[in-house]
């Protein structure tokens, strides 16, 4: 294979992922027809490669292709990015979208041991701050324990109405939340919305000047109704917090289950925000994020990272699909596979008046 670009002569670079087809970072492939272009990312003309050095590498990317949970198709092509960075465009009927437990599964895995670990350290902590009072009343006489008791408020104080999120959205828009608002948080069906669905919080009221002389932060809260992109973004915030336990293996491959059964990334805030199944029975009417099964939280985890990822996919896809067809009718003439359908009737015609003659 050569290691240039055959239309600007730009050198390919390398790739570490094929075996067979060590260059170029974007490779396009057609199980169907044997095709596999290095895809110049220079001046994005689609080199073909000699037919010899074609079967191998096409079964490898047709199977890391299928191997890659990130990845966006139309009706004729599709593309992935592998984890090295690889791009891999598929031509062909799209795949079904799966979802990967193990892409998941280590993330889920993390946070669960973290906080099992701070959980360890709070248990051990309160009961020894209770079991100071005395002692220090004993040692050192009436003051310290009161000093501890206004050191203990405040520290409750500080627990639950401190802003625990900050949700940015643009300078005064920013919300903050404390960690008893961010277990209020509720997702809602909105049909006047084109998504169909909006994030609802409860947030701290920010403070101005002459506020701190009321104390007044905790005892006014705002509401505030996120939709879209702003939606999507608290809610990546706020799905850590309340998903406490991450996931063990198991519990990421029900939360599989559950997104495909949404139908999907795309669809599943809409299909969970209008569910009843999703909940405990007694919790139907609550729409809050914690009254949710916790698998149906992790699936919305996923969902966020899956369309994020598609998202910035999507965009090359268009033009993919219009540059393939370009490449593909040079290949059609390159391979001498199909010929135009007019020559092929000529071709004809000529046999018919050779015969006849
Ligand atoms: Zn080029």
New binding site residues.
């Given amino acids: 294979m050569y290691s240039h ?1 055959l ?2 002569q ?1 050198t390919f670079g390398q790739n570490l992922e094929l075996e067979r087809l060590p260059v170029g970072r974007r490779i396009a492939f057609d199980a169907t027809k044997g095709r596999l272009w290095v895809v ?1 990312r ?2 994005a ?1 689609w080199n073909l490669t000699p037919f010899e050095e074609r079967w191998e590498t096409i079964e490898d990317c047709e199977r890391r292709f299928r191997g890659t949970q990130v990845r966006v198709s139309t009706d004729n092509i599709g593309l992935a990015r592998l984890p090295e960075g690889l791009d891999l465009v598929r031509i062909g009927k799209p795949l079904r979208p799966e979802f990967a437990a193990w892409r998941y599964g280590e993330t889920f895995l993390r946070r669960h041991s973290q906080r099992v670990i701070r959980r360890a350290a709070r248990v051990v902590g309160a009961p020894g701050l209770v079991a100071a009072g005395p002692v220090l009343a004993a040692t050192v006489g009436p003051v310290a324990p009161l000093a501890l008791a206004a050191g203990a408020l405040g520290a409750i104080y500080y627990l639950l109405r401190r802003p625990d999120l900050r949700i940015q959205l643009g300078g005064s828009r920013d919300l903050e939340l404390s960690a008893e608002q961010i277990r209020g948080a509720l997702l809602i069906r909105d049909d006047t919305d084109p998504n169909g669905w909006a994030i609802m919080v409860q947030h701290l009221k920010r403070l101005d000047r002459f506020d701190w002389l009321r104390f007044g932060r905790e005892y006014d809260p705002n509401w505030a109704v996120l939709y879209g992109q702003e939606a999507r973004l608290a809610a990546s915030l706020l799905l850590p917090k309340v998903n406490p336990l991450g996931g063990d293996q198991a519990r990421v491959a029900e939360a599989v289950r559950w997104l495909e059964a949404a139908g999907g990334p795309e669809a599943a805030f809409r299909t969970f925000s209008r569910s009843h199944l999703v909940r405990m029975p007694l919790d139907n009417v609550e729409s809050r994020f914690t009254t949710l099964h916790a698998e149906v939280r992790l699936a919305l985890e996923m969902a966020l990272h899956e369309e994020e990822e598609r998202r910035a996919l999507a965009g090359e896809l268009s033009v993919l699909e219009w540059v393939w067809r370009h490449e593909e009718s040079l290949a059609d003439l390159a391979d001498g596979l199909g010929l135009p359908a007019d020559l092929d009737q000529q071709l004809e015609s000529l046999r018919g008046q050779s015969g006849g003659g």
């Fill in positions: 670009c239309f600007c730009t110049c220079a001046c003309r």
